[in-house]
C-alpha cells in the first residue's frame, strides 16, 4: 500500500450541487496533485498544492479549487456540479526534493453525479 | 496534438510472450518520465522511472528516445497477472505538471 488515503470512497450528487473529496499524503510527502479520470481514459491533472498553494494547473475551469493544509493533507472541491463530472477522482503525493518526483496514488473516490 | 500519445489496444498475448508498447511525447523540455499499470478500478501503480537513455527491472525494460520522443516499455515472458492497463507519464520539466497517456491494455491469455 502506498500510505495515501481518500475519502470517500463513493458519492452521489445531483447537477448544480458542491463536492468536498479529501486526501491524506504519504508520510514524509509535501506535495499533492489531484486527477480527475473518466471511464476508459488516462487520468487528467486537475492541479498541483506545495506548501499550502497551488504551483500547478491543468486544463479545468475555476469552479475546481483545493486546498493543502500544513500536514499537507488535501481537498478538491468541485461547485456547480455537472454531469461530466462523473470520474474517479485520485489523489497522488509526492516528496518535492532533487531526485525522484514519483507519485503514489491514493485508491480514489468515485463521483457520481446525477 | 496531445501531449502524450499510446495505442489504447488492446495488445492480446499469450503467457511467456514478449510485448512492446510505445509512447511519444510533444514536450521536448521533460526530463523524466513514468510507467504506471492500472488494475481495473484501482488506482495507478508505479511500475518504473525513466530518467536517462533506460532502465531495467527484471523482465521489464522501459527506454527513452528524445530525438524522436518516445519511451517504450519492454515486458519480457509475460504472466497472467501482468494483464493491465499500462500508463506512460510525461511531467513537464519543473514537475509542476503531469501528463498521463490514455493507457494501454494489455490481456495476457494461458
Known amino acids: 500500500e502506498t500510505g495515501v488515503t481518500q475519502s470517500p470512497t463513493h458519492l452521489i450528487k445531483t447537477r448544480g450541487q458542491q463536492v468536498t473529496l479529501r486526501c491524506s499524503s504519504q508520510?514524509?510527502?509535501?506535495?499533492v496533485s489531484w486527477y480527475q479520470q473518466a471511464l476508459g481514459q488516462g487520468p487528467q491533472f486537475i492541479f498541483q498544492?506545495?506548501?499550502?498553494?497551488?504551483?500547478g494547473r491543468g486544463n479545468f475551469p475555476p469552479r475546481f479549487s483545493g486546498l493543502q493544509f500544513p500536514n499537507y493533507s488535501s481537498e478538491l472541491n468541485v461547485n456547480a456540479l455537472e454531469l461530466d463530472d462523473s470520474a474517479l477522482y485520485l489523489c497522488?503525493?509526492?516528496?518535492?526534493?532533487?531526485?525522484?518526483?514519483?507519485?503514489?496514488f491514493g485508491p480514489g473516490t468515485r463521483l457520481t453525479v446525477l | 496534438r496531445k501531449e502524450v500519445e499510446q495505442d489504447p489496444g488492446p495488445f492480446n498475448v499469450p503467457e511467456g510472450a514478449t510485448v512492446a508498447f510505445n509512447c511519444t511525447y510533444s514536450n521536448s523540455a521533460s526530463q523524466s518520465f513514468f510507467w504506471y499499470r492500472q488494475d481495473c478500478r484501482k488506482e495507478p501503480k508505479l511500475l518504473m522511472s525513466v530518467y536517462s537513455s533506460g532502465n531495467e527491472d527484471g523482465r521489464f525494460t522501459a527506454q527513452l528516445n528524445r530525438a524522436s520522443q518516445y519511451i517504450s516499455l519492454l515486458i519480457r515472458d509475460s504472466k497472467l497477472s501482468d494483464s493491465a492497463t499500462y500508463l506512460c507519464?510525461?511531467?513537464?520539466?519543473?514537475?509542476?505538471?503531469?501528463?498521463f497517456g490514455s493507457g494501454t491494455k494489455l490481456n495476457v491469455k494461458p
Open positions: 498544492y506545495y506548501r499550502e498553494e497551488e504551483n
Open positions: 508520510s514524509g510527502h509535501n506535495t
Open positions: 497522488a503525493s509526492r516528496k518535492l526534493a532533487g531526485g525522484l518526483n514519483e507519485q503514489f
Open positions: 507519464v510525461v511531467p513537464e520539466y519543473n514537475f509542476n505538471k503531469f501528463y
